[in-house]
């Protein structure tokens, strides 16, 4: 128990996590490098050709197009 305490000290400039690999599980340094985005609907990251811009509250944001259900199905689809 002692070792998992140390590993999520924080330090004196700032750093908690010794032991965390760096970067980003999406890839790419900085926004929008990527190129992904999460669904404001279904949650999912999709390439932002996959989304579509929706008015929600006076806001755009961006949904699976054409709709997250047959998205999924069309990525499944193309699956061998």
Known sequence: MAQDDEKTRIDNDGLRYKSKAPGSPFGGKGAFVSG?????????????????????????????????????????????
Not at 42 to 54: E, I, N, T, V, Y
């Open 36 to 80: 992904t985005m999460s669904c404001l609907l279904c949650g999912k990251h999709r390439p932002r050709s996959m989304l579509k811009g929706k008015q929600v509250l006076g806001k755009t944001q961006m949904v699976c197009a054409p709709s997250c259900k047959e998205l999924d199905e069309i990525l499944a689809a193309a699956k061998p």
